[in-house]
């Protein structure tokens, strides 16, 4: 069964559920923070460093609202001053990989 | 390669092309409106009728939107009344493939 034809027999919930998942990712900086991780990000600073244009309180903002929907966890250490680690939990290296797809399509029409 | 890797590998611009791509999919109906044509409707109705909540004036403006990105087809037929039917076009059946990924993921982790 192609894609499309996996598609053509989705029902209304599971549309649903799929829309709320792509304006979740699609909102505001999500989807720059999750790939940022994804490359290897861990430092708050980092983060911002790969997510043109993101301040720091939206980074604050956003990252709260992925530990809280169970896709980073936030680490932090015992080290003088204490220091914090973000990384992505499996549900959020799911969503990541789910993402893929959606990086290569923008590359590939990057330049229309 | 895993998904993971090759993200890991991914430059400042395919991170900003990506995060673009899943800001755009990712606004208020557009997500719902494309699975909605790639469930097979083609009339303003139908596809009012398959996405909750989506008012007339909504997807009267993202539909312009998605034929503006080149993404949906909009074919006036000569039937009286004129009746106007919407599809995706070649690049829009990549973009809902390549979302398909993410209605998968949002099924599994729907119950969490």
Known sequence: MTIAQSLHTIDDERCRLATATLEHIGKRWTGGILLALGRG??????????VDGLSD???SVRLRELERDGLVTRAVEPTIPV??????????K???????????????YATD
């Not at 990000?41 to 790969?50: D, G, N, S």
């Not at 220091?83 to 959020?92: H, I, K, M, P």
């Not at 789910?98 to 590939?108: G, K």
């Open 41 to 50: 990000a861990t430092r708050f600073r980092e983060i911002l460093h790969l």
């Open 57 to 59: 309180r939206m980074l």
């Open 83 to 92: 220091s914090v680690r973000y990384g992505l939990t499996t549900r959020g």
């Open 94 to 108: 799911g969503l990541l990989a789910a993402m893929a797809p959606l990086v290569a399509y923008s590359e590939r």
